[in-house]
């Protein structure tokens, strides 16, 4: 009889061990980050491509609102993390869960009403109310867009933090396994709400994310409340400094002041200490500068911030054109890959992806979370020198006697036409869209058309050399990105952990819109090669910083590589005090 009770009671104890994982906070944030990102990921696709349908097949709406958006983080990114940081855990994900979902049901309902009546609102004081509904489309979508910012900064940047505690290897694994999911989301997404789109229609899709996004917020709303009543640790939290005490701090790094000191309870009023700079009224001038001065200090105490090198490494790569974004898209399809090939890629891109969280959390167990970064670093590095070589291969367009600015100065400065799209029969370069096939067998001539204007095969082994590249840097660049996050986790008080993340949010942004100019300033394919060279130049840079940081952090023990890294700066420093919120 003993020994028929050992399998049962195993079996019952694995049933267990089961039901507790699937109850645990850390599960629960999961299936909410999943949910999350599901549904941002099937909004960011939906809404270029509505964009485009409803302006005429033109990308001018597009490049608007990607302009709106990257300008909007890029200026509010500041004030977001500080309203993250004098808030409440659990107020400020649920206002911005509500924020963003209700934000996107709203574009939904607009959209919809857009694509029902287009014909009448044309007629309509001749068409500006259809471009009103652009401009509440394009504006509501940057609130959801910044609601979305608020939520990463406080689900990624802290809430895991939390909940991981003191065990760094759970944090470690915590990052990874989000950024897995962010990975898959990423493929997905767009592939679902892609098919609905195309057996169904514009309307259905609208209709289809605005239901997601309905359901999808009331079950995310129950997993947060969830995860904070599992984890009673989210209810403290180190409140925010004064903005004197701010100041002194972002004046020098290292100050007899400790960081939690002079902290106060956020909800509670009557708080001793700082209770008489509270009372006094607030003149209305102070409050129009207030969002300015939150601004300027954010970007004060990013600079004062120990692992600030790390952060500007990590921004560093955003300049570069080396992804799997509409630019390197269009350069392929001029290269001659088809729609198939460059899902393959993306694919196998979103592979590599996954694989280098893995070598992550591998290499960050056997040499430590810093030289996990220098190594990611030198891999990502390594992989992309294959990227530079493409340039001077065989099929490169690369023309330095083309300047990269004619096309841009031609329309400006000798007032040529805009390109306007060509008939088939007048587009014989439309043989390098249609498949790798004809460019290695070579194609046949129309008929019609003019020898001396006919393509000849373009080689593949530039563009193949290229995406090589591209694919296998992805393992060090998704590692390197995981390493900074968590250095940002561990090293950044409590207190400024959401401002700190905003700034590099809005680095982040800045250097990416960085890197759109300079495609708009070269946009012929002569000049890509020009604009390969320069992004795996900003990468070097990027790795430059983030070795220095090394170095400063780790001396003579950084190529040491079974030891384990020292404390960091935020372990160091004594516990702060925490109030209830």
């Known amino acids: 009889m003993a020994r028929g009770a050992e399998p049962a009671g195993e079996q019952r104890s694995c049933c267990g061990s089961v039901v507790a994982y699937f109850t645990s906070a850390k599960f629960l944030l999961y299936l909410g980050h999943a949910l999350s990102t599901w549904g941002d990921r099937m909004w960011h696709f939906a809404v270029s491509v509505f964009l485009v349908e409803l302006y005429g097949n033109s990308l001018l709406l597009t490049a608007v609102y990607g302009l709106v958006v990257a300008g909007s983080v890029l200026l509010l990114g500041a004030i977001i993390g500080d309203w993250v940081d004098k808030n409440s855990r659990l107020k400020v994900a649920q206002t911005s869960l509500v924020v963003q979902n209700a934000s996107v049901i709203l574009c939904g309902i607009i959209l919809m009403i857009v694509f029902l009546f287009k014909t009448q609102l044309l007629t309509l004081y001749h068409g500006w109310l259809l471009t009103v509904c652009y401009i509440l489309v394009i504006t509501i979508a940057n609130i959801a867009n910044l609601a979305s910012t608020a939520t990463a900064i406080t689900i990624q940047r802290d809430w895991i933090?939390?909940?991981?505690?003191?065990?760094?290897?759970?944090l470690a694994d915590m990052n990874a396994t989000v950024r897995r999911i962010d990975q898959l989301t990423n493929i997905l997404a767009p592939m679902a709400v892609g098919q609905i789109m195309t057996f169904g229609s514009p309307m259905i899709g609208c209709g289809f994310i605005s239901g997601w996004n309905l359901m999808s917020m009331c079950v995310e709303y129950l997993l947060l409340w969830k995860v904070y009543q599992k984890t009673p640790t989210l209810a403290l939290k180190s409140a925010k400094v004064e903005e004197s005490e701010l100041k002194q701090l972002n004046v020098k790094k290292e100050s007899d002041m400790k960081p939690a000191e002079g902290v106060q309870l956020i909800v509670e009023k009557d708080v001793t200490g700082f209770e008489p700079q509270q009372e006094k009224e607030v003149s209305c001038g102070a409050r129009i500068a207030e969002p300015f001065i939150t601004f300027r200090d954010g970007w004060v105490a990013y600079y004062n911030q120990p692992v600030f090198l790390a952060g500007m490494g990590l921004a560093f790569l955003y300049m570069t054109v080396l992804g799997f974004d509409c630019i390197t898209t269009g350069y392929a399809y001029t290269q001659g890959l088809s729609g198939s090939v460059l899902s393959l890629l993306m694919g196998a891109s979103a592979v590599t992806g996954i694989m280098g969280t893995v070598a992550f959390t591998w290499l960050r167990r056997k040499c430590g979370l810093i030289r996990t970064g220098l190594i990611s670093g030198v891999a990502q590095f390594a992989c992309l020198v294959l990227c530079a070589i493409s340039v001077f291969m065989p099929g490169s367009p690369l023309d330095l006697t083309v300047s990269p600015f004619a096309d841009i100065s031609a329309r400006l400065f000798e007032s040529e036409p805009l390109p306007t799209i060509a008939s088939p029969e007048d587009k014989p370069e439309m043989v390098f869209a249609t498949g790798m096939p004809s460019l290695l067998n070579g194609s046949t001539i129309p008929?019609?058309?003019?020898?001396?204007?006919?393509?000849?095969?373009?080689?593949?082994?530039?563009?193949?050399?290229?995406?090589?590249?591209?694919?296998?840097a992805r393992v060090g660049l998704w590692s390197f990105d995981l390493t900074v996050t968590q250095l940002l986790q561990e090293n950044v008080v409590e207190s400024e952990r959401g401002i700190i993340n905003g700034v590099q949010n809005s680095m982040n942004y800045l250097l990416d819109l960085l890197h759109f100019i300079m495609v708009i300033l070269a946009p012929n394919p002569e000049a890509f090669g020009l604009l390969v060279l320069i992004s795996v130049s900003f990468v070097a840079m990027g790795h430059i910083m983030y070795f220095r940081f090394a170095q400063k952090s780790l001396g003579k023990q950084l190529f040491v590589c079974c030891t384990p890294d020292p404390k960091t700066v935020s372990d160091s420093s004594p516990p702060g005090n925490t109030s209830t919120v």
């Open 161 to 170: 933090v939390v909940v991981a505690g003191e065990d760094r290897s759970k």
């Open 447 to 472: 008929a019609n058309s003019d020898p001396e204007m006919s393509p000849e095969p373009v080689p593949l082994i530039s563009v193949s050399l290229l995406f090589a590249g591209v694919i296998a």
